[in-house]
């Protein structure tokens, strides 16, 4: 049973919400709490937060004193635990948001989204089986950024859209008279080399990437990723890509991601690769310098097909077995938070696209994109369905702790001249072991906040 008090008057629907940095974060989603509860007088919605990385095993020991929230964000790369956590009685503590909103045209007034309008990437990602098992609250995308000044400075007339063409354009413009050193950068990160391998249609988990079971071996070595690997190694060694030697880690990632930005600012690079949430950001940061900056989407493996580009972002669960007045009351919390003005304004406010196609309709009216074309860009890659299980992302145990082995690997690749081969292979089985110890999340493993891993 979900944690919610009630009343004659009230009813508390508990709500845990993460943050990255600080807990000021959720200071906007309260106050969306607040906005909520004068539209419905007959709740009240209880944020509590909870650091992203901690939120997993924060539940998990909720639900085994059968003090779990009614709602709970997760990061996106937690999907595959939220999947996995069980209530007291070993079943699993969320239930489909799909299921739950079927027949309910409306929720205690709150009819103007569903699922339908959510933007089909989001959609096709937090779907397992034949559901949308989670709400889609803010999404984004990796997306490359340009210094069109130092382009046109070197001649090049087009924006690269291939690794081939990316290698030729960094050429171009370190070959320029006082062009840059490198021609491009981005951070040791396992989101972008993620990307890389769904891009090229390739999966980084077995059973149909995690989407069809629950996965027993993560596939770093698999040809894409070796293909990844070698093209990024090959644009290290011929002097285009510039490595700051920080590793994106669990410990590290901002400081790896403040160092890219700061060679794209000081145009030591005349590209680099962020999140879409960023845009604002260095768009603004090009105009401080001035230069003028493009957002483009990530240029692709000429050999292959392109297959799609992936999601970041977080998803709002719902926990099953909750009262009907609960239930109801966290739906209709869920509509109003993914309403086109809601998330409109979320998307103003905090970088993230607009998840669905009612807030991209509203801001286009609005003349948003033309005002703000590089926040246009990550809007139409999302915008689109996947084609399959690759470029809807894998869904894998202790992603984190599988990406900080991806960093380790590619640093040794760059920094040591490893071989990409015996180095990924080396990541697939330290991976294999991750998957082997991160057991679902149930009442005997979750104690004091921690899970036994």
């Avoid at 919610?4 to 974060?25: G, L, M, Q, V």
């Avoid at 901690?54 to 639900?63: F, G, I, L, S």
Wanted: proline share 6%; hydrophobic share 40%; with cysteine.
């Amino acid at each position: 049973m979900g944690r919610a008090s009630e009343d004659k008057d009230r009813t508390t629907i508990e709500a845990w919400f993460h943050y990255y940095i600080s807990p000021d974060f959720l200071d906007g989603i309260r106050s969306l709490a607040s906005e909520f509860e004068k539209s419905h007088p007959e709740y009240k919605v209880n944020i509590t937060g909870h650091h992203f990385q901690r939120m997993p095993d924060e539940v998990a020991a909720a639900a085994a004193r059968g003090e779990q929230p009614a709602l709970a964000e997760y990061l996106y790369l937690s999907t595959r635990e939220a999947l996995d956590t069980r209530g007291r009685d070993g079943r699993p503590l969320f239930r489909s948001v799909e299921g739950a909103l079927r027949g309910r045209r409306e929720a205690r007034g709150e009819s103007a989204v569903v699922l339908d309008d959510v933007v089909p990437s989001a959609r096709d990602y937090f779907s397992y089986g034949s559901e949308v098992v989670a709400m889609p609250w803010m999404v984004s995308t990796p997306i490359m950024f340009a210094n069109r000044t130092l382009l046109e400075r070197a001649g090049v007339e087009r924006v690269p859209r291939t690794w081939r063409e990316l290698a030729e354009a960094c050429a171009a413009v370190t070959a320029a008279p006082g062009g840059p050193e490198h021609g491009v950068t981005w951070a040791n990160y396992g989101w972008f080399f993620q990307h890389a391998v769904a891009q090229q249609g390739g999966l980084l988990a077995d059973h149909g990437n995690g989407r069809e079971g629950r996965p027993t071996r993560v596939l770093l070595d698999c040809p894409e990723a070796l293909a990844y690997a070698r093209w990024w190694r090959g644009m290290h060694k011929d002097g285009h890509y510039l490595y700051t030697g920080t590793k994106a880690d669990s410990t590290s990632t901002p400081k790896a991601f403040e160092e890219t930005h700061a060679a794209f600012a000081q145009q030591r690079v005349a590209f680099v690769l962020g999140s879409s949430v960023e845009a604002e950001r260095v768009v603004g940061a090009g105009r401080e310098h001035g230069f003028d900056v493009t957002a483009h989407p990530i240029p692709h493996n000429d050999e292959v097909p392109h297959h799609g580009d992936l999601i970041g972002g977080d998803a709002l669960w719902l926990t099953d077995g909750l009262p009907e007045r609960v239930e109801a009351g966290a739906l209709a919390f869920l509509r109003f938070l993914d309403s086109p003005e809601v998330a409109a304004r979320r998307h103003r406010s905090t970088g993230f696209s607009p998840v669905t196609k009612g807030a991209i309709d509203l801001l286009t009216r609005e003349g948003w994109f033309d005002r703000n074309p590089h926040l246009r860009v990550a809007v139409d890659l999302l915008n689109v369905p996947a084609a399959g299980n690759a470029a809807r992302g894998a869904l894998v145990q202790d992603f984190s702790g599988v990406h900080d082995l991806l960093t380790d690997a590619m640093h040794d690749v760059l920094m040591a001249d490893a071989d990409p081969g015996e180095r990924l292979a080396r990541a697939a089985e330290g991976a294999r072991a991750l998957l082997d110890a991160r057991r679902p999340f149930t009442p005997t493993t979750a104690t004091d906040g921690r899970t036994d891993r």
